[in-house]
């Protein structure tokens, strides 16, 4: 499935001879100028072929004596050819070699770095909702891994068409820059940030004035998932099923191949429908192939929903920490109006009691409280005004990017499912095909 994006962007055309090459350095700097400069004025798949294209196992060594093993991808970025002419380095891309846990990471900064974008997902670690036959599986087999590079490869292309994750400089130096990465990466303190988010999401807090618009939003999120998840457990079963009968027809072909060696009038037609017996038998490899790659296409919007819902939670703890602020300016404000007699005091005070044990503050101390009030009043506010700034920014961003995630899912889902009917109907086609083949042969006998 092509990845889709439905933001049209107004084209943008480079020569060639703009690009300096001198050395590889200067490639490689010429490469990410490039790409920098593309992804702020156009759609940067359109001018920029970005591939997962091969994976390799390696082997290191590890703590406490153990190896490490683990699988790398090799990222290939080159320079489209335009309007037929080929670029000087598009016969030069660049390639480096990455693992899943730095696919991870690059994921992660972005999801903090860009608190409303439904960020894409990557493709699963462990293999899920799987049909029998695929169920002792292990992380290295070869099928498994292929598909991982495919959904890599999507994730890749789906941040590259994406108008902000697109321009973002680490991601471009995460395709095209091997060394130092990983800190640089690591420098920004996403790491620290997301920590921080991470409570605040496990906090079990109510909050007082939710947004009905993502608390919609929030329950869609947990429908979609379900409703795929459905699908997918619906198709797995179908795909055992059917696997099963299509294997169980080679009885068929053993029997007829047996019986047609005691057969004199009947054994030609009875061997030759044993043939096509066995032949129904083994396509359904192919077929279950095929179907695996739609399925693991259609589990991808389970983790977009679920990137959705994050979204939803990121909001919520934006309005938490302004409602906090509001709480606490309300506070100071009555501290100070209660020392001001503008307010009733508590009658069990702390400061009620002091004064009857102690007698009644002095007027510098007194003062100097209210000095220290009006400065936290006036934090306060700032804290107010600049979470209100920030919630409704993101707000805005956030119900923008839905709505762009919204045509997408539309256009993706519409184009996977056609595929797995299109899909059937070839499946059918095939079954008729052989069993009109086998009719044929017992109509000779």
């Known amino acids: 499935m092509a990845v889709s994006s439905p933001d049209e962007s107004d084209s943008l055309r480079y020569d060639s001879d703009d690009i ?10 010429s490469l990410s100028d490039y790409v920098r400069d593309v992804s702020k004025k156009a759609k940067l798949p359109d001018h920029v072929e970005i591939l997962v294209t091969e994976h390799e196992k390696r082997t290191e060594a590890g703590s406490m004596g ?13 320079i489209r050819e335009e309007n037929g002419k080929k670029n000087q380095m598009a016969g030069n891309p660049s390639s480096l070699w990455r693992r899943y846990s730095e696919f991870e990471m690059l994921r992660n900064y972005l999801v903090v770095t860009f608190p409303y974008v439904i960020v894409p997902p990557l493709p699963e670690k462990r293999m899920t909702i799987m049909w029998q036959q695929m169920s002792t599986v292990d992380h ?6 292929e598909r991982r590079r495919v959904g890599l490869e999507t994730f890749l292309q789906r941040v590259a068409s994406h108008r902000e994750l697109s321009q973002d400089s680490l991601f471009h130096t995460f395709m095209l820059q091997d060394e130092n990465w990983r800190q640089m990466i690591l420098n920004t303190g996403f790491q620290t ?13 109510r909050l007082k004035k939710p947004d009905r618009r993502f608390e919609g ?22 795909a055992g099923t059917l696997y099963g009968i299509h294997k169980i027809h080679g009885n068929y072909g053993r029997v007829f191949s047996e019986w047609s060696g005691i057969e004199k009038e009947m054994g030609d037609g009875l061997q030759s429908a044993g043939h096509f017996m066995d032949a ?23 983790y977009f929903a679920d990137a959705l819902k994050a979204v939803c939670r990121k909001q919520e703890v934006m309005q938490y920490e302004l409602e906090r602020s509001e709480d606490l300016l309300s506070s100071k404000k009555l501290a100070r109006d209660q020392m001001l007699g503008k307010a009733p005091s508590k009658t069990l005070s ?14 510098d101390v007194r003062d100097a409280r209210l000095k220290q009030l009006e400065d936290q009043i006036e934090e306060a506010e700032e804290a107010v005004s600049r979470n209100e700034r920030q919630i409704m920014s993101s707000m805005d961003q956030a ?9 997408q899912k539309g256009a993706d889902l519409k184009e996977l499912f056609i595929s797995y009917a299109v899909l059937q109907i070839k499946m059918a086609k095939r079954g008729i095909t052989l069993w009109t083949n086998t009719k044929e042969c017992f109509e000779k006998m």
């Open 20 to 29: 300096p090459a001198s050395g590889e350095n200067s490639r490689i700097d």
């Open 66 to 78: 153990m190896k490490d093993v683990f699988t790398v991808y090799l990222i290939d970025v080159r």
């Open 140 to 145: 290295f087999d070869a099928d498994f891994i």
């Open 193 to 205: 940030k997301q920590d921080s988010r991470i409570k605040n999401i496990n906090a079990s807090f």
């Open 217 to 238: 939003l929030k329950i869609y999120s947990q429908e979609l998932r379900n409703n795929i998840s459905a699908i997918l457990k619906t198709r797995a079963k179908l």
């Open 280 to 302: 129904y038998k083994d396509y359904i490899d192919d077929f279950m192939n095929e179907e695996e790659q739609i399925s693991d296409q259609l589990k991808e919007y389970i």
């Open 350 to 363: 702390l400061m009620s009691m002091r004064s009857k044990i102690f007698g009644p503050e002095k007027q």
């Open 399 to 407: 119900l923008g990017e839905v709505e762009r995630f919204k045509k």
